[in-house]
């Protein structure tokens, strides 16, 4: 996603993982040292990096904005 692209909290989203597609929803932006979706995140206010919660799991994981497209339906 382009910067002015970029997801926002609530924003349905695809990913790859593992070598499929994975969807879900975008629960927060990140814009600090943190620990989330498990790891240490290094994310700034220059680099954010989006928790997402998995529809199929109900998991959550951390990405970068270029990792995450919209999904289609939710393009309105």
Not at 33 to 46: D, I, K, L
Not at 50 to 55: A, F, G, I, L
Not at 60 to 71: N, W
């Amino acid at each position: 996603m382009t910067r002015e692209k970029e997801p926002r909290p609530g924003d349905h989203v695809a990913w790859s993982s593992h070598g499929s597609e994975a969807v879900g929803k975008v629960t927060r932006k990140i814009t600090e040292r943190t620990r989330a979706g498990g790891r240490t995140v290094n994310a700034s206010p220059e680099h954010p990096q989006y928790e997402v919660r998995s529809e199929k799991s109900g998991g959550t994981a951390v990405h970068k904005p270029e990792a995450l497209r919209r999904k289609e339906d939710d393009a309105q």
